[in-house]
T-cell receptor, first 112, second 113 residues
């Protein structure tokens, strides 16, 4: 059973557009929600993370929006660039636990 | 700027063979992890080591063993490889107190025939 459900599976966005990737979870004990970026042939890299005490966190062109009541969180990439083309994974965990539950990934393609 | 280094990068095994995947980090991190990545399933934790001398099972430990040789090195062993273990394996590390992986290696692509 997938603990974190991610959509869409793939996404094509024009350069300069906004990329939006969504994730949903059921376990209300989750309190740490990171996003990872993975380029082909490379390992995932931690991009940005949020805890449920805030509804939004922004780092440069990347923003996480968090809706605790809906048990959903999303990644927004503003002014998307071809260099952003990668696979993005959301994840969730419980503080103090050593397991991080990953979504199934979204392959983003930004076309010039 | 090595970070997390995994060897080998690629390997093909026959069913029943054994092998050890090596991982080393040079960031003085305490915690290390082994994940496997399969298409359509994201990454799943195999084993975790909070510090030298300690290891814990993750979500999918069956068929694997690990050794935390020292603070830098964390190896993953397949004693009798099975086709279901065909996957991309990632090692990761994090600082003390951070119980989620921060830095990943570039992976070992393992095929078992």
């Amino acid at each position: 059973q997938q603990q974190v459900k991610q959509s869409p599976q793939s996404l094509i966005v024009q350069k300069g557009g906004i990329s939006i990737i969504n994730c949903a979870y059921e376990n209300t004990a989750f309190d740490y929600f990171p996003w990872y970026q993975q380029f082909p042939g490379k390992g995932p890299a931690l991009l940005i993370a949020i805890r449920p005490d805030v509804s939004e966190k922004k780092e440069g062109r990347f923003t996480i929006s968090f809706n605790k009541s809906a048990k959903q969180f999303s990644l927004h990439i503003m002014d998307s660039q071809p260099g952003d083309s990668a696979t993005y994974f959301c994840a969730a965990s419980i503080s103090g636990a050593n397991n991080l539950f990953f979504g199934t990934g979204t392959r983003l393609t930004v076309i010039p | 700027n090595a970070g997390v280094t995994q060897t080998p990068k690629f390997q093909v095994l026959k069913t029943g063979q054994s092998m050890t995947l090596q991982c080393a980090q040079d960031m003085n991190h305490n915690s290390m992890y082994w994940y496997r990545q399969d298409p359509g399933m994201g990454l799943r934790l195999i084993y975790y080591s909070a510090s030298e001398g300690t290891t814990d099972k993750g979500e999918v430990p069956n068929g694997y063993n690990v050794s935390r040789l020292n603070k830098r090195e964390f190896s993953l062993r397949l004693e009798s490889a099975a086709p279901s273990q065909t996957s991309v394996y990632f090692c990761a590390s994090s600082v003390w107190g951070q119980k989620q992986p921060q830095h990943f290696g570039d992976g070992t692509r393992l095929s078992i025939l």
